[in-house]
């Protein structure tokens, strides 16, 4: 993957354990465009990965602007952001790409749950600008959590945004049975934030008849994997001819790794296409939140970090 070396701009404190990055590059040229609902990945400092979505207006691509929560229980990627990467630094980010795209509709709900709400933000930046009829549920523990709340407020679509805090009277709360009942049939839902709220808003929204075509996800840590089902696979390594086992709890890399093949990782989840690897025979066992729908579908590269196989053996491009 081809990276750039950006800039930050600036470095600001929007909220409670959260801070934004206005990224752009160092010579002024404008990044590459994006569309609402992308993200990009950034290498820490300890050369990591990491995704974050892009929370500017898209017609904009003269900077990029990410924002990060400080997690205790991630991996470490959210306190480098916070503690190691400061006004003026040079980091490097992939080009945008996007899995999480709005789709034409005549309404669009959108359900951020605390961070989550970046990409949201973007898109209902851009809905707003299309004159598109939609809602923006924003839900937060507090006011003093909530990322980007006076720049909402002070939008030209604040009528169209509810706060919903944890810590707020009972009428402000999300009532979800009343927002999802009844969905037309050209209404599509957004939803982004930690895995419990997803699964809470997806749950209540199937319950009402929403149909999966009309609820679209934003991951950004993989869900857990159901596991039960795997077996053993074999790999060959095409230009070697040597063939590998891969039993139920190894992955692909970690097998191939023991025997000396070295295949460049770095989130392990899925996520980031680090470990991308060419598939010239078999069949992938997706497990990944990189590849489009229709990139799966053509069995031609899966991710090794993760993904397994469907077919007994998979000849590998290495
Ligand atoms: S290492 Fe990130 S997708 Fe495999």
Redesign the pocket.
Known sequence: MSMIQVQVRRKSLEAQDIASFELVRPDGAPLPEFSAGSHIDVRLPDGM?RQYSLCNDDGDSRHYRIAVLRDAQSRGGSRAMHDAVGQGDLIEISPPRNHFPLVEAQRTLLFAGGIGVTPLLCMAQRLAKSGADFQLHYCVRTPDRTAFRDEIASSGFASRVGFHYDDGPADQRLDLASVLAGPGPDVHAYVCGPQGFIDHVTAAARLHGWSDEQLHVEYFQAAPLDSTGDGTFRVKVASSGNVYDVPAGRTV?QVLGEHGIDI?????????????TGVLDGQCDHR?L?FTDEEKERNDRF????SRAKSPLLVLDL
């Open positions: 990965l890399v460049p990782v770095s989130c392990e989840q899925g996520i980031c296409g680090t470990c991308i990944d990189y991710t090794p970090c993760c």
